[in-house]
């Protein structure tokens, strides 16, 4: 299942990338969403950063979810790599639980707008599970676009704060 969010910031892509990807506004938003972060490795490779960040919200699953997955939070692993260049960024998520089962990738870039710039999310999910599969994909794809709609409002307010 794929989705496609769009929202708009009010500096141009360079600057809003820079704000974005600085160390002072991912501390800010992991308190925000009330995330646990803890970066695996921090490196330029052949002229992209790449980045893998050991990630545990706070939020407990559903009890449907939590019996699958054997856990009632969930843990991934978020690999991205960075083109600051071109103010884009490709991303997988590794789940802690069942790795094998589901999948998450995904890209997110910056383009100019007449205020500024909009950044374009595409996220696909896919739970490899029997019968349940799909619902669960759903509710993953639903609490994403919930989780970087209010990513976004707190990016806007950051971003005109310190642009």
Request: hydrophobic residues 40%; neutral net charge.
């Amino acid at each position: 299942m794929q989705i496609e969010l769009r929202h708009h910031f009010d500096a141009p892509p360079a600057r809003a990338w820079e704000i974005l990807f600085g160390d002072a506004y991912e501390d800010a938003v992991a308190q925000h969403s009330r995330i646990e972060r803890r970066i695996l490795e921090d490196a330029d490779k052949n002229g992209k950063r790449v980045r893998r960040i050991h990630v545990t919200p706070a939020q407990t699953l559903p009890a449907a979810v939590s019996k699958l997955l054997g856990t009632g939070r969930l843990s991934y692993v978020l690999e991205e790599h960075h083109r600051a260049d071109v103010q884009k960024m490709d991303f997988t998520v590794t789940v802690d639980a069942l790795p094998d089962k589901v999948s998450v990738k995904g890209s997110w870039s910056l383009t100019p707008s007449a205020t500024g710039c909009d950044r374009l999310v595409t996220i696909d999910v896919t739970v490899r599970v029997p019968i349940v599969g799909r619902k669960i994909e759903e509710q993953v794809v639903g609490d994403l676009r919930k989780s970087y709609d209010d990513a976004a409002v707190f990016a806007q307010k950051w971003i005109r704060e310190h642009a």
